[in-house]
């Protein structure tokens, strides 16, 4: 069956610390990716997205995401969080085969001044 | 930026009361999900309309979820009789056309809590 793993639930920082965020997907065929964000109290906004071209996409806010094929990866960078940063952020896919659009479990992040 | 809306943001109803959603989405989005957010867990599609008609209610609990979006603009969610098991987040999104290649836009949410 197709899933979306994302194996940080929780994650604890503090300001000017560096993330990263791992989300994993089931199938091999052709996806596309997104990375979505929901600050507290807030709907989901969108962080990024990959449809083709080069792997490595830069968002908003100085998030960026790598699409590494060979290894069914899609995770989300920050080389320095802030603390307006906290948030959940969920990896989504399409997978083309079915047309539907899988969410993670989500990723709850903290930052702290 | 154009956005989805959604109503009521909060809703406390009886278990077996009915309740009911809307959506209006970003206007000239063909394409309109209702998702459901149970806490701590990723959003799960419950139904998906291309105008008005429904290409996927899968994941619809069709005992008592209702969907509907006559017009092929706003969309009503219901749900007849409530349980304790469908408290959770609703939210509606909607985007241009079909998943491939198009972004999907979310609203605010609709926070269901069942007693």
């Known amino acids: 069956a197709q899933s979306v793993s994302q194996h940080n639930h929780h994650v604890i920082l503090s300001e000017a610390a560096s993330l990263e965020l791992g989300c994993n997907y089931s199938y091999g065929g052709t996806v596309n990716l997104f990375w979505y964000v929901q600050y507290p109290g807030q709907h989901l906004q969108l962080l990024l997205k990959y449809f083709s071209g080069d792997p490595l996409v830069k968002g908003i806010k100085g998030f960026e995401a790598e699409f590494i094929k060979s290894k069914f990866s899609f995770n989300l960078r920050k080389p320095s969080v802030q603390w307006s940063d906290t948030a959940e952020y969920f990896c989504?896919?399409?997978?083309?085969?079915?047309?539907?659009?899988?969410f993670g479990t989500g990723t709850r992040l903290q930052v702290f001044p | 930026e154009a956005e989805v809306a959604q109503s009521p943001r909060y809703k406390i109803t009886e278990k077996s009361q009915a309740v009911a959603f809307w959506c209006d989405p970003i206007?000239?989005?063909?394409?309109l999900y209702w998702y459901r957010q149970i806490l701590g867990q990723g959003p799960e599609l419950l139904v998906q309309f291309q105008d008005e008609s429904v290409v996927d209610d899968s994941q619809l609990p069709k005992d008592r979820f209702s969907a509907e979006r006559l017009k092929g603009v706003d969309s009503t969610l219901k749900i007849q009789p409530a349980e304790l098991g469908d408290s959770a987040m609703y939210l509606c999104?909607?985007?241009?056309?079909?998943?491939?290649?198009?972004?999907?836009?979310f609203g605010e949410g609709s926070w269901l809590t069942v007693v």
């Open positions: 206007s000239g989005h063909a394409t």
């Open positions: 989504a896919v399409n997978f083309y085969n079915t047309d539907k659009l899988i």
């Open positions: 999104a909607s985007s241009q056309d079909s998943y491939s290649g198009n972004t999907i836009y």
